[in-house]
């Protein structure tokens, strides 16, 4: 029976082992994920902060071109206004504002070129946040997924701990000596048995008789010799 209960305490300590081996391999695995997602979400978070800080210069350039149109602007109609006033010669005033009017042009064709950039630049912002943010419900997942695999393979090996404290019980002889005791009270037990048997058959057949009629018959003849005795009869 010892030798059956020993046994499945091997195979279950060679199931643990093998569960162990199965689990902890995931363990590593999954750090090197985590760290491998950690160094994406840096890379992610700076490629983000030089998007950011581009769409930011961007939307600087555009507000700046659309101030020097405007500039520009008033610039022409001054120009034309001291024509008007004869404070500028008509040609010279009409020229000068034609150029103003063509760099404010320029500056706001230039502005709606950055427009369209600055629009990619947002578009590229938003999905570069969407995807830091699933990066970081991931490695959240991960490491809560991490913590869980840690417990178990703490529990799996605490459970072999006492698996190969119950199957050394065998091997350290505790059983067998329980055995051994357990056969020498047996045998023990016997031989008294045995000696007491023998005692019965020994006895005379007075002692035989005094003992099934009881202590009081014996007591009587035991006086009556005395009084023989001392009566020299």
């Not at 008509?90 to 070129?113: F, G, M, V, Y």
């Not at 959240?140 to 799996?156: D, F, P």
């Amino acid at each position: 029976m010892s030798n059956i209960f020993k046994r499945l305490l091997r195979i279950g300590s060679a199931e643990i082992h093998s569960v162990i081996d199965k689990m902890e391999e995931p363990v590593r695995m999954t750090e090197q994920g985590i760290r491998e997602m950690k160094a994406d979400l840096e890379n992610s978070l700076e490629a983000l902060a030089k998007i950011k800080a581009l769409a930011i210069r961007t939307n600087n350039d555009i507000s700046k071109k659309n101030k020097d149109a405007e500039e520009y602007e008033a610039k022409a109609i001054l120009l034309m206004t001291k024509a008007k006033n004869g404070d500028l010669d008509p040609q010279q005033a009409e020229k000068l504002a034609k150029e103003a009017l063509t760099l404010k042009a320029r500056l706001l064709s230039e502005a709606e070129i950055l427009s369209a950039e600055k629009t990619q630049h947002d578009q590229v912002v938003d999905n570069m946040s969407n995807n830091i943010d699933i990066l970081k419900f991931n490695i959240n997942k991960w490491e809560n997924e991490l913590r869980i695999l840690k417990a178990r393979v703490k529990v799996s090996k605490a459970t072999q701990e006492v698996n190969k404290q119950m199957a050394q019980v065998d091997n350290d002889g505790t059983m067998n000596m329980l055995e051994r005791m357990r056969n020498k009270v047996a045998d023990d037990e016997a031989l008294a048995e045995a000696y007491g048997t023998l005692a019965n058959k020994n006895i005379s057949v007075d002692e035989a008789i005094d003992r099934a009629i009881g202590g009081d018959s014996l007591k009587v003849n035991q006086d009556l010799e005395e009084i023989k005795r001392k009566l020299e009869l």
